[in-house]
């Protein structure tokens, strides 16, 4: 795609954590990120919005006057319009004009690789675009990759009807429930033979692909691009206990993440919540960071994910001179693998604090199950007799449940106090 945009942010409420001028250095990254050129920005400060047009009319006149003057077709709005503001603003730039939602989605459009990903980008679209019938829709018939708002060749502009897009929600909302109870029936699979999960989540282009790829030795897409990976990767690794464990890398999010891709990846994202373990990444050089990590937080919240145990990480530490002061998170460099060996140990600690200790009472001759809860557990007391072995062993709650269904219950026993090693 050639096609030129100019970038915009309003400015409607002074933001306590993030400066205008990085947020508009955002929205002209994510502009560029779909290949779309930013010859020109704007920030506009708006001491009251217009109802119909969000802007005044001198800030109208200027944004008309640096589309001429840089030959761009596209405007791009850091911030929500609603569909009476998009179509005046439209008119009067004679240009396409997208918020900051049809931007987002629009990327998202153009990634997703999986039919889970694809399910889910068009349901968001499609929620949003319901409510904007001033708009032409071509996302459905895939004719280029994005959600279809900025137009592309051949495409033929084509007025929304709702009663077909609601058949469209129905149909999707149904196939993404089939995908629903598909990742449930993995995830009990995976319980059966059960390893820890630690998902990363963070802000995008904060490291996380690097750094799976680091821990797990893949190959996942690790670009220094928002949004680099947009459909959820599973791995296996090793943790310095020489326990197995499960990593997830996610979608990054955003600060004003669209509600309608939160609802619809909450199927994906349930990665999160039924994790064992968080692991928020955070670009600790990015000068917003404390920002980011304020939009990653309420992400989380929403996902009701605030019980799940949670590590906090600043990546990319190479970049620094010198650690903020305050501390709080694990220094590590996804890129150089500084750190990385106190991150194995750190995770490995939190997740030996969920274990239980319980007392087997072994028979004699059970030396299979004696070496199993040694190499699985951490053994606190032996006790050898005529009668056989007692062990008082701390245990994953799915470990203990992998024993009992491996060694036979009924040859051996629990005693009914079994407590937490907290």
């Given amino acids: 795609m050639s096609e030129a ?22 929205a002209v990254r994510l502009t560029e990120s779909i290949g779309v050129e930013v010859p020109a920005t704007r920030i506009v400060r708006l001491a009251r919005p217009r109802p119909a047009t969000l802007l005044g009319n001198g800030a109208i006149d200027d944004v008309k006057d640096a589309l001429a003057e840089k030959e761009a077709g596209l405007v791009v709005v850091d911030g929500a319009l609603t569909p009476v503001q998009q179509r005046n603003l439209e008119r009067a730039w004679d240009a396409k004009v997208i918020d900051r939602t049809g931007l987002i989605l629009e990327i998202f459009g153009a990634r997703a690789r999986t039919r889970e990903g694809v399910l889910q980008v068009d349901l968001a679209a499609l929620s949003y675009q319901r409510t904007r019938l001033v708009r032409s829709w071509t996302h459905l018939e895939r004719q280029r990759g994005g959600a279809g708002f900025l137009g592309g060749p051949g495409e033929a502009q084509i007025e929304i009807d709702r009663r077909l897009i609601d058949e469209r929600i129905v149909k999707l909302k149904r196939q993404l429930e089939d995908v629903r109870r598909t990742r449930g029936i993995q995830r009990r699979a995976r319980r059966r033979v059960p390893f820890p999960v630690v998902a990363l ?3 995008t282009n904060a490291g ?14 690790a670009q220094d691009q928002l949004f680099a990976t947009l459909d959820p990767t599973m791995r296996g690794f090793d943790l ?24 619809a990846f909450r199927a994906t994202l349930e990665e999160v919540v039924e994790a064992d373990l968080i692991l928020h990444v955070r670009d600790i050089a990015d000068p917003d960071t404390a920002a ?24 990319k530490t190479d970049l620094l001179d010198a650690l903020p002061a305050n501390g709080g998170g694990i220094p590590v460099s996804a890129v150089t693998g500084e750190g990385v060996q106190n991150l ?10 969920s274990r239980t200790v319980s007392e087997f009472v072994l028979p004699p001759g059970e030396g299979a199950a004696i070496a199993w809860l040694y190499r699985h557990g951490d053994v606190h007391r032996r006790a050898d007799s005529d ?24 040859r051996s ?8 090693k907290r």
């Fill in 240 to 263: 310095p206990s020489g326990r197995r464990a499960i990593l997830s890398d996610t979608v990054g999010f955003i600060s004003d993440l669209p509600t309608q891709l939160v609802a």
């Fill in 413 to 420: 026993s629990l005693t009914p106090a079994s407590r937490s």
């Fill in 201 to 203: 989540v963070g802000y």
């Fill in 5 to 26: 945009a100019l970038v915009l942010h309003p400015v409607v409420r002074k933001d306590a954590l993030r400066a205008p001028e990085a947020r508009l250095a955002e």
């Fill in 208 to 221: 996380k692909s690097t750094l799976f790829n680091r821990l797990t030795g893949s190959g996942v897409v």
């Fill in 292 to 315: 980011q990590k304020h939009d990653v937080d309420l992400v989380l919240d929403e996902l009701d994910a605030h019980m799940t145990p949670r590590l906090e990480l600043w990546n």
């Fill in 387 to 410: 009668d056989g072995v007692s062990l008082t062993v701390a245990l994953d709650p799915a470990d203990r449940a992998r024993f009992e269904q491996r060694f036979q219950p009924e």
């Fill in 344 to 353: 194995l140990n750190a995770v490995d600690e939190q997740l030996a604090r």
